[in-house]
């Protein structure tokens, strides 16, 4: 029998939802003790397998958990060292719980059922693989049928060879017959999406407790994986965000959430060849893959063929399947109904054949786009019938989505187990490409004729050209010393880089590329890796895909290099020889040093690193002065303080210089004061400050500023955003904020809001022009010599959208400009109430004035804080800050 043939026989033992599970949603679960003895324990002999009973299904008796083996470190988690790993996992209380509303699983449901499986079955390990930001546990649950130390050790060894050894992995006959494929489900990043998790359990229930005939071949060829609950505090809130306020399935590359964080190390340590993702709701079961743009990084020969038939094959599933509820997609109309036609005219939504735009695939920064770089065919999958409000979910929709996602899984896994082999070679195949550097063909129409596989996609590949060629560098080169902008951005970077298993080296001695010499220590990310794609896609400038399509879904640019502050020089091209010899490493090279002696020791304001030191030592009440080149000057009074900031933060600390010391005397330079600022924003900007070691942080708004006007009494600097618009019936508020601004303090902030607020009370002078309200991307800038932004100035931003300032009144000067050509990458047009690139060309980008009070304002027409992503336009804002606060006491001469 083919092994496609043995894993439809899970179909129909996953219709029902055994009785445990029925009355989870509204009713109480016995909790399994952790320490409760089965009445018949088995012995683990040591191997991995335990001794058997009598019984007929050997796999499903319940016996006694093994001592824990003790997990290993994979992709970055620890990861077991045999199958079953079954720890006791911790039981949370009961508490109120969105999830309920439907009668579906309270987040504190899950751990008691896994318990009791894991209590009955050596088929299920269950793993906490990090925390939510409140501090519940995420999980990882593992169906595959048992492994020794000795097996286990095998399949990690034959996982890393697929990834580091393409060419011997694809010789490797042993690897194929044996290797077991993994399968990876995720569900709930959006915490008001809540049935994924539901049909996970049921399809863990089922295969707990099917016969062994039924499931071993699947459960012996393969490791199912499933994360339950990405975003369980969401869960239980009822939110699409993380208790952060953040949107997780836009955060896989800059990992503000530690949810995301976590996703990213679980995607390491699997290396799934299926990473399918469970949301909702659009009306009727949409599965991916998506339509254009395609990601100029993305191998499409290999993920698109699959990808696309598997997504058909559940879309025949699910219509045959016949859900009462259901909804279906008529090709002939158009229209979503509920009667299912049949399969000439009932289908699913495919966004790669039925959304010509606005449903791409084009940033990582989504959980099935992210997983794609790891080889995987990928899928955000979204279930049909939404919430009837956006905290809550019927039982009666949450029945029918959570039958339409089992399916869609059951399906899923059976297409895997029949083209597992196919899966396999491609996951080798896009490794291979990566480490031997081959040139980076796109898939253009006139070659797709070629393209080994299912072939239903070819006709449907969307435009000629649709995926831009990308030419990929040898290397990508962060310099250190003079070269570098900002050591502690770099530093980030790196830092960074690392989190998502990019391999980065330093160099062993000096090197010259294109007549640019690199210092020994310079850090190299060289484009032969395994993961070639990935970091090309973070480190790279991107494209202007303005022209290609009408709309995107999200953004369209993202760029470590010219958007976190540091230094990073894209040399060679691929072909070229190595940018000379490297020393890998698993950590940026520690750059604090603090000077011996007595005086006052100086440092950068360069980077996120240097602000977070420059808060810490204010809030110890080290005085700080900032030089006219925005250098800190630090007084070592207190030296303890000193040395422990610089080693907390990894600031490099030298002597102050006679010239230095000598500034201190001259009017420009300003000592620095511990700010308390207020903010009106979103959770971005409050991150970002917080980030940047603001701690003293007063959350206002109109409304909080008419009911309470003191909010302000103790405030250095207002930052503005957004939600500082008052009304007529709000005039006590309005009145404290010009009473603040009269007393001689400072409005900073971005945007439309940042301008209305410091134009409306009389601190800048000029009129806004707004960008395409959906224009997003990366632009360049210039800065004058005289801003206040010209130390370490930055040449990039980010918009979101863009704001631009013309007709600059008396006192109101340009700090930043947009240069004459601006749009580097992403998608802008105008339209949408607002200007395209050539709108603001030349135009300013920041401007700063002073009222006679003494009070500044500045506004950055750029996005400086965007999901927390814009790490150089971080530091950006906090230079202004600094400069709009008060003055201090700082360094004595």
Known sequence: MSKGAVVRHIRPLLVGFSSVLLVAGGATVAVVPANAAPSEPLRDD??????????????????????SRGPRAAGGLEMPTSYPYQPDLRVYPAVPDQSTTGDLLAYHDLAPLLNGWMDQSDRISAQVVGQSTQGRDLYLVT????ESKRETSRQTAWREEIRNDPDGAAADSKLERDYKQPIWFSSNIHGNEWEGTDASMQVIEDLVEAPWSEVGDLLEDHRLYFSLTLNPDGRV???????????????MITNTTPESVSFVKTGAAVQPFLAADLHGYTGVLQVEPCGPPHGENYEYDLFIPHGYAMARQ??????AADIPGNTYYNIETGDVVDENTGPETAHIAIPYRDIPSGWDDYPPIFTAQYAAFFGAITSTVELPLSRPTSTTQSPENAGVNTAVAKRTIESMVDYVADNGDDLLANQIEMFRRGVAGEPKDSLTEADVAGVPGPDEWKPLWDVVDDQDPVEVPRAYVIPVGDGQRSTSDAENVVRQLLLHEIEVGVLRQDATVGGTTYPRGSYVVDMHQPLRGLA?????????ISQKVPTMYDISAWSYSYLWGATVDKVGSTADGPVGATKPIAAPVPDRDVPRGQGPVTFDLA?????????ALLEQGVAVSMLADGTAVADRADKDAVRDVARTFDIDLDKVTKAERDALDDPTTKGLDDLTVAVSGTQDDTLSLTELGFDDLVPVSSATLTADPTLLDDVDVLWVASGLNFSAAQEAGRAAVQSYVDSGRSIVGAGSAGFNAASGFGLVSATRVAGNGAGNGIVALDTPAASVLAPYAQDHSFIYP????SGLGAGTTTQQSYE????????WLPGNGGVGPEGVAGLAAAIAGESASGAKGFVFGTSVMFRNHVKGGQSQAARALFWAGPEGDGVVP
């Open 536 to 544: 090309n896609s973070l480190l790279d400038l991107g494209t202007d």
């Open 46 to 67: 040591g191997r991995g397998a335990e001794a058997r009973t009598g019984a007929t299904d050997l796999r499903a008796t319940t016996r006694a958990r093994p001592q």
């Open 820 to 827: 004459g050509d601006p749009f580097l990458a992403g998608h």
């Open 237 to 251: 809130a009822g939110t699409r965000a993380t208790a952060l306020g953040l949107n997780e399935n836009r955060d």
């Open 802 to 805: 863009a704001s631009a300032f």
């Open 314 to 319: 559940v879309e025949d599933d699910v219509v």
């Open 607 to 615: 980077g996120i690193a240097d602000y977070q030191a420059l808060n």
């Open 143 to 146: 169906l595959t049928a048992p």
